[in-house]
C-alpha cells in the first residue's frame, strides 16, 4: 500500500509541475526559453533557466512520469491476483476509454461554456496563453475533440493539456495487449515489448515513441524492479531531477545538447520520468517519506487539476492579475500572488470535479463493464 500510496504522490506532484510549467509559460516565458527570440531582462529567471534546478516546472519530464506510473499502477491491478488476470484485462480494455473520456468531454464543455460568456482582458499575459484563451470554441469541436479527436488524432486546440489523451488510451491497449500475451509466453511478451514501440517510431514518430516505451516500462518496474539501496534511490531521484530541467538553450545541458542537439529536451525528459519514478517506488525509504496524507490526496485530485487549470487560470488568474496591476503592483509580484490565489482555488475546484465528475466516471466504466461481461 505504502508503494501504491507514493505513486499517487508521484502523481500529485507532477500534477503541480505541470500547473507550473503553465504558469512559466503565462507569465514568465524566458524560464522555458523555447523562443530563441526572446531575451529576458530578468536576472533571476535567466538564472533559474541556465540552473539545473528546473525540475520543479518541467511539465514534459511530468507527463513522462505520468505514462510510467500508468504502466506500473495498471500492471498491478490486473497481475495482483494472477488468477484474475484475464478477466481484469478485459474489464480495463472496456473500462479505460470511459474513464478518461468522460472528464475530458466535461472539461471541453466547461472551456466552450467559459469561452463563450466570459470575456477577460489577457492583455498582459504572454502570447503562449493569448493564443489558447482568443480562439474560437464551437459546441460542436468541445464534443468532437472531448470524446474522438484527442483520444484518436491527438487534437486539443479546446483544452490543450488532453493532447497527452491519445498516448494515455494507446499506450493502456498496449499494455493490455502485452500482460495478456504475458499469460501465455514470456518470450513473446518480451519480443512484444519492444516490436509494439517500434511500430509506434514508425508510425508516429520519437515523441508517440517516448509516450509508449514509457507504459511499457512501468509494466517491467512491476515485474522486474529491484529494491534499491537508500544511497542509490538518492542518486537516481538527483539524477532524475537534474535531467527533468534540461532546456537546449540552458547552459547547464549544454553537454548533453553537444551529443544529442535538439533532441535534448524530449529524451531528457524522457529519462527523467523513468528515473523519478524507479528510484521512489523501489525505495522503502523515499516511498514511507511521500506516503502522506496532503500529497496522496493532491494526486487523487491530479486528474481533475490537470483537466481544469488552464480554464481555471483564464477565470481566476487572469483577474487577480490585471487587478493587482491596476493598483500599482509590480508585474512579478502580481503574477506570484494571482498564481498562488489560482493554485488555491484550482484545487478547491478540483476536490469538486473529482467528487463529482471523476466518480461519475469510474461508477460508469464499472457499469459498463459489468453489463458487456455478464
Not at 197 to 216: H, N, R
Request: net charge positive; with cysteine.
Amino acid at each position: 500500500m505504502v508503494k501504491l500510496n507514493s505513486a499517487e504522490s508521484i502523481r500529485g506532484l507532477a500534477c503541480l509541475a505541470v500547473v507550473f510549467s503553465h504558469l512559466s509559460l503565462s507569465f514568465f516565458p524566458f524560464l522555458h526559453h523555447f523562443n530563441p527570440a526572446e531575451v529576458s531582462t530578468s536576472t533571476w529567471q535567466s538564472l533559474i533557466h541556465h540552473s539545473p534546478f528546473a525540475f520543479w516546472y518541467s511539465g514534459t519530464a511530468a507527463v513522462f512520469l505520468f505514462f510510467v506510473l500508468s504502466g506500473f499502477v495498471l500492471s498491478y491491478a490486473i497481475l495482483r491476483k494472477p488468477a484474475q488476470a484475464e478477466f481484469k484485462i478485459k474489464s480495463m480494455l472496456i473500462k479505460r476509454y470511459p474513464r478518461l473520456a468522460i472528464p475530458a468531454v466535461i472539461s471541453c464543455l466547461v472551456v466552450w461554456v467559459v469561452f463563450q460568456t466570459i470575456h477577460i482582458d489577457s492583455s498582459q499575459m504572454n502570447g503562449w496563453f493569448q493564443a489558447y484563451v482568443t480562439q474560437d470554441v464551437s459546441l460542436k469541436l468541445a464534443l468532437y475533440e472531448g470524446t474522438i479527436g484527442s483520444f484518436f488524432f491527438a487534437e486539443s486546440s479546446v483544452n490543450w493539456v488532453l493532447w497527452t489523451m491519445h498516448i494515455e488510451l494507446i499506450g493502456s491497449l498496449v499494455l493490455f495487449l502485452l500482460l495478456y500475451i504475458y499469460q501465455f509466453s514470456r518470450v513473446m511478451f518480451f519480443i512484444g515489448s519492444i516490436v509494439l514501440p517500434l511500430i509506434a517510431l514508425y508510425l508516429k514518430g520519437e515523441g508517440f515513441f517516448l509516450g509508449i516505451s514509457s507504459f511499457v516500462i512501468g509494466i517491467y518496474y512491476y515485474l522486474y524492479g529491484k529494491q534499491l539501496s537508500l544511497t542509490l534511490s538518492i542518486a537516481l531521484l538527483l539524477s532524475g531531477l537534474y535531467l527533468a530541467g534540461a532546456h537546449s538553450s540552458s547552459a547547464s545541458y549544454q553537454w548533453i545538447y553537444a551529443v544529442l542537439g535538439e533532441r535534448t529536451y524530449d529524451y531528457c525528459n524522457f529519462f527523467a520520468g523513468v528515473l523519478i519514478v524507479y528510484s521512489i517506488l523501489m525505495s522503502p525509504k523515499l516511498s514511507q517519506v511521500l506516503d502522506q496524507k496532503v500529497l496522496v490526496w493532491l494526486g487523487k485530485l491530479s486528474f481533475s487539476i490537470y483537466l481544469l487549470h488552464l480554464i481555471t487560470l483564464y477565470v481566476v488568474g487572469v483577474p487577480i492579475f490585471n487587478y493587482l496591476l491596476s493598483i500599482g503592483l509590480q508585474y512579478t509580484t502580481s503574477a506570484i500572488i494571482a498564481s498562488v490565489i489560482f493554485i488555491l482555488i484550482t484545487l478547491w475546484i478540483s476536490a469538486y470535479y473529482s467528487q463529482w465528475v471523476d466518480q461519475l466516471a469510474i461508477k460508469t466504466s464499472q457499469k459498463i463493464s459489468d453489463l458487456i461481461l455478464k
